[in-house]
């Protein structure tokens, strides 16, 4: 199967230098303006299903790639990025310390935020979700319009990547990846064969 992920166009929060995880920053005019020269310059493989993040950035995003034309099949929660809890909204230069990684490297319920242990099982639980009823209706595609913490979860589990090596996967706002993927319905187990940049 192809599944295809493509992380949102820049942000407000970008712009203005705040974290945001389940904030829900709407995208700049700096992020719209390259998301139309995007789809001008790169292919964007088309698929049988499409899927967006609930939060206005990634759904934004998906309208402004794909067009009114094309059918969303969902718009869910659970392609969100990590939630940050306390330190949603807040700027960046008043932390001395990341969130995400807080979060990500200790896997620890810490600042009222998500651990990766609780952000892998929403994103997977739906991954493997939306892989299933593809098999069932026999598709092999899927695009799925999300954020970098998401893309980067998926990446460093399947490839895999140990933590410290997610951090060398780029995700530049508006591009993605695209993945090529086996599935075992019977045993819900997702093995990754490839995958390469849309931007290359």
Known sequence: MKVVFIRHGRSMANDTGVCAGWYDTP???KGI?????????Y??????RYYS?????????????????TPLAEKTSAFREMSVGDYENVAWDAMDFNPFDELFGNNKPVLNGETVSQMSLRVFGKLTKILSEMDASNEDSVTIVCHAGVIMMVLTFLAPLSFE???NIETPNGLGYVMDLDFDAMH??????????VWE
């Open 27 to 29: 995208l700049c005019e």
């Open 33 to 41: 303006e390259e998301l139309h020269q995007h789809r001008e310059t």
């Open 43 to 48: 292919t964007y493989p088309k698929t049988d």
């Open 53 to 69: 993040s609930d939060l206005s950035r990634a759904y934004d995003t998906f309208k402004i790639l794909y067009g009114d034309e």
């Open 165 to 167: 090596e997610r951090m």
């Open 188 to 197: 819900n187990h997702i093995r990754l064969n490839s995958y390469h940049k």
